[in-house]
């Protein structure tokens, strides 16, 4: 079933549904709006029955609507996948409907979208971080939050009073620190990617 | 023929068998050669963790197979595995609850030092929460490096002035 088909199937019930450019498999874009309604035909009439993977996405500073999530449904019997895009609501927080009602699997995903991205989802039973710790000022997958980090005060009070210890950014000497894809298995350790410099001697300029 | 008694000192027919030693030299050989640990395995070190308990390398050859995931009864915290802020609070309590006298093995690359992991979400090196006694390098260290590692501490252990630390913090 490619793109063209589901569109077609989908018919003329939704008209804003638009086939998505993909290199893998078919892809369609889907208001917020539709969201919900299409989400519930894909499920009980093209047999969409598992949701594999829902991601957000920052499509960067000044984007509007700014941020957007993606759903990864996946066919049991037909053994097929389709992508779905959407958009969230402009504004913050960015929101967007729950699919938990439909896919119980929606409910950590959907978790982990929030701790990340801070995308909303209405209608979420429990929308409570699920990786980063309760109270975490930051959202760390936007596009403005440094890979490093930023200083913030530890997740426990005590041990934080014991040890004096608080979140602080990590040092990027050159970093982020990647995995070379050439080469030999030794080769391929990670490394920075400008090993120019670090902590001790500082950047070049040039 | 009657020989004259000329044992002055020390007969161990009659007395039994008894060692003169330090304190010290006692304690210490108690001590490094029944390091329990507490196992901290939070990531793919504590498969060879697991390797070093496991019959090929068999930790128990130095005393120190006893891994109760308890803080109770362990004298070496065993931190395997990348420390995410998240976690590293759970380390430090748990540190806190071991009874002294205790030590701490920083096994592989990121718990000494935040490994290949810069990033917003991890601790760079566990030695920032705990007091560390003896790094392991390695990303995985291999069990024979762990094994290595307690050996070091065993050696740290009888050099420490035990008796005199007894009933201190």
Sequence with gaps: MTA????????????RVSPRASADFPAINVSAEDLPAVMRVLRDECGYDLLTDVSGVDWGMDAEPRFGVIYHLHSIAGNAYLRVATLCSVGEPPSVPSMVSLWP???????????FFGIRFEGHPDLRRILMW????????????PLAGVETVLPDEEVAAETGV?????????????????????????????????????KPEN | MVSANNDFTYN???????????????????????????????ACCAIELMASGAARHDI??????????????????????????????????I??????????????????????????????GVDRIVPVDVYVSGCPPRPEALLDAIIKLQGKVAKEPALGKLFKA
Excluded at chain 1, 134 to 145: I, S
Aim: glycine share 8%; hydrophobic share 40%.
């Design chain 1, 4 to 15: 063209v088909d589901v569109v077609s199937l989908l018919g003329g019930r939704f008209p």
């Design chain 1, 105 to 115: 699997s929606a409910d950590w995903h959907e978790r982990e979208t929030y701790d």
């Design chain 2, 95 to 124: 540190y806190d609850q071991m009874a002294a006298p205790k030590w701490v093995i920083a096994m592989g690359a990121c718990a000494s030092s935040g490994g290949m992991y810069r990033s917003y979400s991890v601790l760079q």
């Design chain 2, 60 to 93: 128990s050859r130095f005393g120190a197979e006893v891994m109760r995931f308890s803080p109770r009864q362990s004298d070496v915290m065993i931190v395997s595995g990348t420390v995410t802020y998240k976690m590293a609070t759970a380390v430090r309590r």
């Design chain 1, 166 to 202: 608080k979140v602080q950014p990590a040092p990027m000497a050159g970093g982020p620190f990647v995995a070379p894809q050439e080469d030999t298995v030794r080769e391929r350790e990670p490394r920075a990617k400008d090993e120019s410099w670090n902590e001790r001697r500082p």
């Design chain 2, 12 to 42: 161990s027919k009659i007395e039994g068998d008894v060692i003169v030693t330090k304190a010290d030299a006692v304690v210490n050989w108690i001590r490094s050669h029944s390091m329990w640990p507490m196992p901290m395995g939070l």
């Design chain 1, 134 to 145: 309760d109270g975490y000022p930051h959202f760390p997958l936007r596009k403005e939050f």
